[in-house]
């Protein structure tokens, strides 16, 4: 089954703690992206990546990281986590990152930083 | 800058009713427009899309078309059923004029509830 997979689900912790939120993609899709979901605001955009070891940041990339070894995986990192980074994340693939291009998302994962 | 606004929610409905939620855009060029759905619990799945002006895309009874002139792209279906209770998202893909970044653009959602 095509699929965007997210790991994990749920996360608690606190702040500083360095943490990282895996994303794989079974579409070998040539684009990644992050999104973050914030209650008012929709999606916004963190960091992407066209291919393989190029990336370049979104809308919102402070306190995040993000690495493009392998085309099907892209990790989100916070490296040390603040309470404004509570919130419900999304990873979003699609096969060039045209315009036209529809984007497929994972299930999310919802962060509480306390 | 490129922007998405939706109506605001919730929007209550009873079963078999008529739906539109309302999505107005602001871009440069000509982006490509999409409407994305959120179940409970779950991630974004497309819904529709139109690429051009004019173009109505459809699925699953919804139907939305692409209107230039206007700058909208209402979402509508004929009747409504409880399983169509979700969150909403309009969106629109960036045209880069010298680099593509594929990001989209997402109104604040609206989110439908429907009742028997």
């Known amino acids: 089954e095509a699929q965007v997979t997210q790991n994990p689900r749920y996360l608690i912790t606190v702040t500083g703690k360095k943490l990282t939120v895996t994303c794989s993609q079974n579409?070998?899709?040539?684009?990644m992206s992050w999104y973050r979901q914030d209650p008012g605001l929709g999606l916004r955009q963190i960091y992407y990546?066209?291919?393989?070891?190029?990336?370049d940041k979104g809308d919102v990339p402070e306190g995040y990281k993000v690495s493009r070894k392998e085309k099907r995986n892209f990790p989100l990192i916070l490296e040390s986590p603040s309470p404004n980074q509570t919130s419900l994340y999304f990873c979003?693939?699609?096969?060039?990152?045209?315009?036209?291009?529809?984007?497929?998302f994972g299930p999310g994962t919802r962060l509480t930083v306390l | 800058g490129n922007s998405v606004t939706q109506m605001e929610g919730p929007v209550t409905l009873s079963e078999e009713a008529f739906l539109t939620i309302n999505c107005t855009y602001t871009?440069?060029?000509?982006?490509?427009l999409f409407w994305y759905v959120q179940y409970p619990g779950e991630g974004l799945q497309l819904l529709l899309k139109?690429?051009?002006?004019?173009d109505k895309g459809s699925n699953k009874g919804f139907e939305a078309t692409y209107r230039k002139e206007t700058t909208s792209f209402h979402l509508e279906k004929g009747s409504v059923q409880v399983s169509d209770s979700a969150v909403y998202f309009c969106?629109?893909?960036?045209?880069?004029?010298?680099?593509?970044?594929?990001?989209?653009?997402f109104g604040q959602g609206t989110t439908l509830q429907v009742k028997p």
């Open positions: 579409m070998n899709h040539e684009y």
């Open positions: 990546s066209m291919n393989v070891e190029v990336t």
């Open positions: 979003a693939s699609s096969f060039g990152g045209l315009y036209t291009d529809t984007q497929y």
């Open positions: 871009a440069t060029g000509y982006p490509s």
């Open positions: 139109a690429t051009k002006a004019d």
């Open positions: 969106a629109l893909s960036e045209v880069g004029s010298s680099s593509n970044t594929g990001k989209l653009i």
